[in-house]
Every structure is written in structure tokens, then in C-alpha cells.
């Protein structure tokens, strides 16, 4: 397992933008990664998943074409770019990591969690 930190989350209003990062204590090259997010009362649910190589990602539905996954292997982090926010995009934002060669997509599949970080968007 590796152990991740979450960061670059915050407040923005409706229509802005954020960048997250997750950072991993070691190599994650071959480790598939993805992101997740919980708000409150609800369940947590996925977002993105990138495989090992990032030559393949994947996302849900309501964050196509706003939501940009990527990965840096040689700085064993994650990236979370998102655009054009709303408030219903509003949710603690968690990255997971599993070694595997293939995309996962189920949080029930992912070993290692960070801690989340906040993101809050206004009207």
C-alpha cells in the first residue's frame, strides 16, 4: 500500500475551476488510480480512474467533458484538473490507489486511501 495526500482543494464559485493533486509516499507506476468523492449523507462515489501508464481513463458521467484525470509517475502523483464547477460538484474529494495493470473504476477495488480534501462550490 502506499499512503496518499490529497491537496488543492477549496472554495470557488459556479463555472470556476480547480486543480487537485494527490501525492504518494512511493512509485505508483504500477498502480491504477482514481478519484472519488462524498457529500454529505450520501455515498462515496467515483469520478475518474486512470490506468498505470495513463493510456486509459475513465469517468462518470456527469463530470465528462469538465473533468480532466492525469499522472505524473515520475513524481508519483495524481491529478484531478476541473472546469466549468457546480454546486452540486460540491464533496470531499478522496484519490485511491490499487497495484493493477488494468482501469478500475469500484471503490470497493481500491487498497490504499487518502484523506480527502474539501471542494465547495458557491452560486
Known amino acids: 500500500q502506499v499512503h496518499l495526500v490529497e491537496s488543492g482543494g477549496g472554495l470557488v464559485q459556479a463555472g470556476g475551476s480547480l486543480r487537485l493533486s494527490c501525492a504518494a509516499s512511493g512509485q505508483i507506476s504500477s498502480y491504477a488510480m482514481g478519484w472519488f468523492r462524498q457529500a454529505p449523507g450520501k455515498e462515496r462515489e467515483f469520478v475518474a480512474a486512470?490506468?498505470?501508464?495513463?493510456?486509459?481513463?475513465y469517468y462518470t458521467d456527469s463530470v465528462k467533458g469538465r473533468f480532466t484525470i492525469s499522472r505524473d509517475n515520475a513524481k508519483n502523483t495524481v491529478y484531478l484538473r476541473m472546469s466549468s464547477l457546480k454546486p452540486e460538484d460540491t464533496a470531499v474529494y478522496y484519490c485511491?490507489?490499487?497495484?493493477?495493470?488494468?482501469?478500475?473504476?469500484?471503490?470497493?477495488?481500491?487498497?490504499?486511501w487518502g484523506q480527502g480534501t474539501q471542494v465547495t462550490v458557491s452560486m
Open positions: 486512470i490506468s498505470w501508464n495513463g493510456g486509459s481513463t
Open positions: 485511491a490507489a490499487h497495484p493493477s495493470m488494468a482501469i478500475m473504476i469500484s471503490k470497493f477495488d481500491f487498497g490504499s
